[in-house]
């Protein structure tokens, strides 16, 4: 099991920046997938990540451990599964709905890292699976009728971010950040292009909402925020983290409100308290027992 490691007041205050800026990103992609295709968007997003950590440090991004390179490749793997299914489920479904689905993760987290370790959930990982899975419920279908395939996509994406965080909070004490950070994006960015290359047109338009979602999502939810997430995870644990991350959907659902004026619904205001309240539970017992 892992040992809980608090973090520092400095790290977690950056993470909360990351998590705040994460959850811009959701109404503002949505805004530039009216005029640009999903995987040209991703592709286009970890490009210009991989660009600006180059440019910024090319001796740590480009200095070679295998096992460093290794790593990345899962973690590029896990990254670009879950950026794509996200951004391909925002075609399809609200920002806010996206971003409460895609904040599961924090609930699989524990779970998975449990899976690992062999061990048995405690009943707070489990009471707090219900939970989510009753939010889940009631965010995506109050009637029974409104669940859609970006609904689908974007829990699939969830899975896919709960293993990226595993993954790193195994990798991130042994290795660089930047360099983790630099060759987890760079192996999203061709896996993505290969995705694109093969199931559509490449399509860019230069609007005024593509631009800012490109350089919001490229530059600091993807450069700076995988280099302060590797950086932090070397200081504090997988769990505490996901506990700071829990406020993204929060911000996510704030930032919809305002800028596109994205309404839950009291059903599905309903649904996302009950997942917040699952993703809190799985944190507090994950403290417990990791004392």
Known sequence: MERERSGSIGGDLSLLA??????????????????VTPLSFVTARFGLAALVLL????????????????????LGLWLAAGT?????????????????????YVVLVPLFGLAVSRILPPW???????????????LTSPGGRESNVGDVLTLGCAVAFALHIVTAARAAPRHDAVLLAF????????????AMLLVETPSFPVTAWSLFALVLTGVL??????????????????????VIFTAEPVFAALFARLIQHDVLGPTGFIGAVLILAGIL???????????
Do not use: D, E
């Open 183 to 194: 060759w987890q994006i760079a192996t999203a960015g061709v896996l993505c292009g290969a």
């Open 281 to 291: 539970l799985t944190q507090l017992g994950a403290r417990k027992l990791a004392r």
């Open 55 to 74: 440019l910024l440090f090319p001796r740590r991004s480009l200095r070679v451990s295998w096992g460093a390179v290794a790593v990345s490749a899962l």
């Open 124 to 138: 707070t990982s489990v009471v707090a699976v219900l939970l989510a899975a009753a939010g889940l419920y009631l």
């Open 221 to 242: 939810a993807t450069a700076f925020a995988f280099v302060v997430q590797m950086w932090a995870q070397r200081r504090t644990s997988a769990t505490h983290v996901a």
């Open 18 to 35: 990351v998590t705040a800026i994460w959850g811009l990103t959701f109404p503002a992609i949505q805004r530039a997938l009216t005029a």
């Open 84 to 104: 794509i299914l996200q951004t391909t489920g925002l075609l399809y479904t609200t920002a806010s709905k996206s971003a409460f689905i895609t904040g599961l």
